[in-house]
T-cell receptor, first 118, second 115 residues
Framework: SAVISQKPSRDICQRGTSLTIQCQVDSQVTMMFWYRQQPGQSLTLIATANQGSEATYESGFVIDKFPISRPNLTFSTLTVSNMSPEDSSIYLC???????????????FGQGTRLTVV | AQKITQTQPGMFVQEKEAVTLDCTYDTSDPSYGLFWYKQPSSGEMIFLIYQGSYDQQNATEGRYSLNFQKARKSANLVISASQLGDSAMYFCAMREGGSNYQLIWGAGTKLIIKP
């Protein structure tokens, strides 16, 4: 299993500002993912953070709005840029093990960041 | 079409009773995995139980069991002897072997345990 530390756990931000969320894993992992969970909704994948290359974004999410860094196999950041109240959500980082993914691979999650934009 | 369907947006259950949370899925891939996660109000996602498409027996983990009915494409979570701490959102998710293994999530069920 992997232990994931995600910071901050919550924040209240002014519209127009940016927030960077950090995700630190206690072991090397191949794949790191960033999810958004809007209030009362399920998880929506924002992007896959690739070590040493640009993140792969899902439809509806763009790099200018959600820049992602992945400098090594244990760390990633997600920035929510130029925030508006619609960005108020829980943001979750998730990892999968370095030995690769199969249908039985459990995903591990950070504690989540509860963001409120006012 | 929805790949994962959770038809119960919310449920109220009396403490100590058993509860079944429904999940149906849609896939043509013979190899897939089904997962249940719990999300308390604090926000973290906690893995509960896994069922593989080729598993012959229903998965069990403590008070959690998975009622896997492959022909009906259902993977219901059963929680026995519910506790107040079981109050949370519960999500069903699936990985398909033929795709990029990305997790596909259901809409979730909010479970509230009444004392």
């Amino acid at each position: 299993s992997a232990v994931i530390s995600q910071k901050p756990s919550r924040d209240i931000c002014q519209r127009g500002t940016s927030l960077t969320i950090q995700c630190q894993v206690d072991s090397q992992v191949t794949m790191m993912f960033w999810y958004r969970q809007q209030p009362g909704q399920s998880l929506t994948l924002i992007a896959t953070a690739n070590q040493g290359s640009e993140a792969t974004y899902e439809s509806g999410f763009v790099i200018d709005k959600f820049p992602i860094s992945r400098p090594n196999l244990t760390f990633s950041t997600l920035t929510v840029s130029n925030m508006s109240p619609e960005d108020s959500s829980i943001y979750l980082c998730s990892v999968e093990p370095v030995q690769g993914v199969g249908v039985n691979t459990e995903a591990f999650f950070g504690q989540g960041t509860r963001l409120t934009v006012v | 079409a929805q790949k994962i369907t959770q038809t119960q947006p919310g449920m109220f259950v009396q403490e100590k009773e058993a509860v079944t949370l429904d999940c149906t899925y849609d896939t043509s891939d013979p190899s897939y995995g089904l997962f249940w996660y719990k999300q308390p109000s604090s926000g973290e996602m906690i893995f509960l139980i896994y069922q593989g498409s080729y598993d012959q027996q229903n998965a069990t983990e403590g008070r959690y069991s998975l009622n896997f009915q492959k022909a009906r494409k259902s993977a219901n979570l059963v929680i026995s002897a519910s506790q107040l701490g079981d109050s949370a959102m519960y999500f069903c998710a699936m990985r398909e072997g033929g795709s990029n293994y990305q997790l596909i999530w259901g809409a979730g069920t909010k479970l509230i345990i009444k004392p």
